[in-house]
């Protein structure tokens, strides 16, 4: 059987190099292209890739894709900065593309797939629900990619039960002392030298609260989800966001 070929792009930073190491230790795989900032987009193709891995910055990964779909390579996609205008726009040049695929996925480790999915359970049972992200003092963009997927897909999840907005007395407050508000969600990110990627839903009703807590204490925590994304989109064409919709969770 002919192996998937894949390339990474940002193949130098904290993630990317974990993912060259992945995919050349991956039996199935061949590394064909690991791409660096100021590397040209065309090796991709010279390279014949089948499938890009990016993983670079949110100032990027709109030009790479474009690049990618235009040339009928699907993509992996773990670069946050993910908003609806970019969104639409990536839409739009999948539309010029049908038989190509996109995977974007806001975290790639199960652990925190898995948070989202409990989280998104146990919304819509509590009046109040916070989240708090805290990750390594180099990230770009606050608040994280996961933690906001996470308090969009409570916010769904409370409007669909039907749920009255959250109880807050709050009347003055320092700018940020509440958050970022996503969806009316309240998302906290702290910052800390020593941390690398971690999550906490907190969530009270009356006389109870509850905590779901995830932690990526390395970088191997997002491979599984990574050689697993890269498999599953070259067979699965247009856009699709979350990780979870390559897994059968119920
Ligand atoms: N989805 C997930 O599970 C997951 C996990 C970890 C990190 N991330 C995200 O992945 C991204 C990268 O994170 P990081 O910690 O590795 O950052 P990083 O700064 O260590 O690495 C980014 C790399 O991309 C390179 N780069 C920038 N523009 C490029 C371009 N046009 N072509 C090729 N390379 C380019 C940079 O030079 C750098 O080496 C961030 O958005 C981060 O939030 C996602
Ligand atoms: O280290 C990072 O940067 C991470 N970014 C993603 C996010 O913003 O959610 C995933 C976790 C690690």
Redesign the pocket.
């Known amino acids: 059987m002919s192996k998937l070929r894949v390339a990474v792009?940002?193949?130098?930073?904290?993630?990317?190099?974990e993912a060259v190491r992945a995919v050349e230790a991956a039996d199935d795989m061949e590394l064909v292209a690991a791409?660096?900032?100021?590397?040209r987009?065309e090796s991709l193709v010279e390279a014949g890739a089948q499938v890009a891995v990016e993983?670079?910055?949110?100032?990027?990964?709109m030009?790479?894709l474009d690049f990618c779909v235009r040339h009928g390579i699907h993509a992996v996609?773990?670069?946050?900065?993910w908003t609806e205008d970019r969104l639409s726009r990536l839409g739009g040049w999948l539309d010029a593309s049908p038989d190509t695929g996109v995977l974007i996925?806001?975290?790639?480790?199960i652990g925190?797939v898995l948070t989202m999915k409990f989280a998104q359970i146990a919304a819509p049972y509590f009046e109040s629900v916070e989240v708090v992200e805290l990750h390594?003092p180099?990230?770009?963009?606050a608040p994280?990619?996961?933690a906001t997927r996470t308090a969009q897909l409570i916010a769904a999840a409370r409007a669909e039960a039907g749920c009255a907005p959250q109880p807050d007395a709050t009347a003055t407050a320092l700018d940020g002392a509440r958050g970022a508000d996503v969806d009316g969600v309240p998302v906290h990110a702290v910052r800390l030298r020593g941390l690398l990627?971690h999550q906490e839903v907190l969530l009270g009703g009356e006389g109870e609260t509850l905590t779901i807590r995830h932690d990526?204490l390395h970088?191997s925590s997002?491979m599984p989800?990574?050689l697993l994304g890269a498999r599953r989109v070259v067979t699965t064409p247009g856009l699709t966001f979350g990780l979870e919709n390559f897994l059968d969770l119920g």
């Open positions: 792009l940002g193949a130098k930073g904290r993630i990317g190099s791409l660096g900032r100021g590397d987009l993983l670079t910055t949110p100032d990027s990964v030009d790479n996609v773990g670069t946050t900065g996925a806001p975290n790639f480790s925190a390594h180099n990230k770009v963009d994280s990619g996961t990627a990526s970088h997002f989800g990574i």
